[in-house]
């Protein structure tokens, strides 16, 4: 039986209010956002009024008593992720937590520990306790009987919904998958600095390809026999590529600078357990607006998924004051010349049909394809990644 979920959004920052926008179109209704919670007043009390919502509290366990509230959804730093997601599993609440699940931000250290500490940590180390604190969360939440959803997008795109309905119908095998994600530079400050993100770009940015391609694998597994196609081997190298000699020496006008301990470029090589193969990059060094696609290589077919940019629209502009005042894309550098503008990037990048996705399925009570165990795997290949990139070889996942 359908009824109305009551969302709690807990961070009011950059991912918040694409959560604010999308569930406000997602569902015809089913879900709305009831309160949102902000350890900053301001910030709290300026997102409520902006998306006319009734509530707004700056400590989060206060939308943990709200009755009206069904599910949290976690817009907040990594390092949050799991107490987040134990409190609000032990309150009962269903709960939706952005990638990546968690992450290592030296969480294990003393408080007052130097931020360059964090980053020197041995990748084994940050592997294990990147899973010991993914596993529990998946625990908390099986405990609990509530539902924890991961908030992997890409799998909702409209292009890579298809492509698993185009790869399922045509029930060859994945032989290959390439994807990525890049861009000019994250806009927050943070990114560059390990101990708020737990890893640079193929952390933040292969997450998704990543997560995508564990997601197709086990499509295909499932509908032969009933089984996931799981990744059993990564090899990865990753680097700052602002530290490129000839680059230092140039002006910083276009290329972002000031990575302080993380990699702005990564690759990763993806072994699945059949012999099928994953390549994937992730960079913070593409200029040109934001790149994310996946191309899928199959026995009997082959399917290419540009999320961003997409040729829906294309449109010239001989000076960048033309469209001076109209959204383009994410992280384009200029309005002048040929561009590809975005008419709902909310909607082509998956936000808005996964957050449809996710009222339903606490609506229904059905599982989600994006659940904490495919975040599970997703830290578990990219930290066995940052472990390969360091010690120069192969790891078994
Ligand atoms: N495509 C995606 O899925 C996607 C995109 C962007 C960010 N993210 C993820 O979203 C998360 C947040 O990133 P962001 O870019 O929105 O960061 P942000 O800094 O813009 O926003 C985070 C917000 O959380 C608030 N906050 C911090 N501690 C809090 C607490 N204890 N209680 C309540 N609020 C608190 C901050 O005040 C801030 O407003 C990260 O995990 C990031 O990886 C995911």
Redesign the pocket.
Known sequence: MERRIGIGV???????E?RARCYAKAGGGLGQVVAV????PE?AEEYARKYSIPNFV?D?RKLLDMDEIDMVDL????H??RPMTEAAAAAGKHIVC???LTAYVGQDLPKDVDESEISAQGRRHMLSVVVEDAEAMVAAAEAAGVKLMY???WIFSPSIAKAALLAGEASGTIVEMRGGECHSGS??P?SKIWKY?GGGALL?LGA?PIGSMIYLKKLEGLARNGKPIRPVSVSAEVGDLSRIPSVQAESDEWFARGWKDVENWGSALLTFEDGSRGVVWASDTMLGGMESKLEVFMSNARIICNLSPNNLIQAYAPDAGVFAGEYLMEKLETKAGWSTPMPDEDWT?G?QPMCEEFVRAVAMDQPSPSDGHLGLEVVRAVYSAYVSAAEGCRIDL
């Open positions: 807990v961070g009011a920052g950059f991912l918040a694409t919670a902000d350890s900053i910030k700056t989060f817009c907040v730093p990594n949050l992720h952005t990638k990546p908030g992997e997008n806009h927050s943070f993100t933040r998704h990048s936000h």
